[in-house]
């Protein structure tokens, strides 16, 4: 099984590249954020405790998103691999991550990390907010605390995925949404 972690700051085309990369390699693309809205559509105790977490643009206990990605590795049959969309987003996620990984017999292949500046941030998400209406792409102030959670709890992953090679980064701007994705799959190709 093929394992990768799809990187990026909020906006920076995670969810938006993550099929096509998918479909391409026969992967399950698990979003925590999209599992995690499930949960909120179905009104699952989960579901309620991570509302107000998410709905203020905080992140959810480690243990709550850790325990969503073991149970999908152990019930999503039939694929070659995993493309992982936000998570892990903090260094002892990451830690639990090569954990899970581990006593599977398996390892990470590679973060695909797509950067895209701060500006870009509000932009591409008061866009999607127009779109898809998420509470927390709602107002300045959330968006400004997922900027600031971003840098000082996601960001230092990078060093983290750094220091053992697995870390690669392709520019998620600037250009059409077809270019951005072109050059993504083109440094996922580089990578297989
Ligand atoms: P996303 O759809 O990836 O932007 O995630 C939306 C929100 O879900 C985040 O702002 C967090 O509140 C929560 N969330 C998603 N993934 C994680 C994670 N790996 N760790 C903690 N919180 C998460």
């Given at each position: 099984?093929?394992?990768?972690?799809?990187?990026?700051?909020?906006?920076?085309?995670?969810?938006?590249?993550?099929?096509?990369?998918?479909?391409?390699?026969?992967?399950?693309?698990?979003?925590t954020?999209?599992?995690?809205?499930?949960?909120?559509?179905?009104?699952?105790?989960?579901?309620?405790?991570?509302?107000?977490?998410?709905?203020?643009?905080?992140?959810?206990?480690?243990?709550v998103v850790e325990?969503m990605?073991?149970?999908?590795?152990?019930?999503?049959?039939?694929?070659?691999?995993?493309?992982?969309?936000?998570f892990?987003?903090?260094?002892?996620?990451?830690?639990?991550?090569?954990?899970?990984?581990?006593?599977?017999?398996?390892?990470?292949?590679?973060?695909?990390?797509?950067?895209?500046?701060?500006?870009?941030?509000?932009?591409?998400?008061?866009?999607?907010?127009?779109?898809?209406?998420?509470?927390?792409?709602?107002?300045?102030?959330?968006?400004?605390?997922?900027?600031?959670?971003?840098?000082?709890?996601?960001?230092?992953?990078?060093?983290?995925?750094?220091?053992?090679?697995?870390?690669?980064?392709?520019?998620?701007?600037?250009?059409?949404?077809?270019?951005?994705?072109?050059?993504?799959?083109?440094?996922?190709?580089?990578?297989?």
């Amino acid at each position: 099984m093929k394992y990768y972690i799809l990187f990026g700051p909020p906006g920076a085309g995670k969810g938006t590249h993550a099929g096509a990369i998918a479909e391409k390699y026969n992967l399950k693309h698990i979003s925590t954020g999209d599992l995690l809205r499930a949960e909120i559509k179905a009104g699952t105790e989960l579901g309620l405790k991570a509302k107000s977490l998410i709905d203020a643009g905080c992140l959810v206990p480690d243990e709550v998103v850790e325990g969503m990605i073991e149970n999908a590795f152990n019930t999503i049959k039939g694929v070659d691999g995993f493309l992982l969309d936000g998570f892990p987003r903090t260094i002892a996620q990451a830690e639990s991550l090569d954990k899970i990984l581990a006593a599977r017999g398996e390892s990470l292949k590679a973060v695909i990390s797509i950067m895209i500046p701060d500006e870009l941030v509000y932009e591409r998400i008061k866009h999607r907010a127009s779109i898809e209406g998420r509470a927390d792409d709602a107002s300045d102030e959330i968006i400004a605390n997922r900027i600031r959670t971003y840098h000082s709890q996601t960001e230092p992953l990078i060093d983290f995925y750094k220091k053992d090679g697995r870390y690669h980064e392709v520019a998620g701007y600037p250009g059409t949404l077809e270019e951005n994705q072109s050059r993504v799959l083109k440094m996922v190709e580089s990578l297989a």
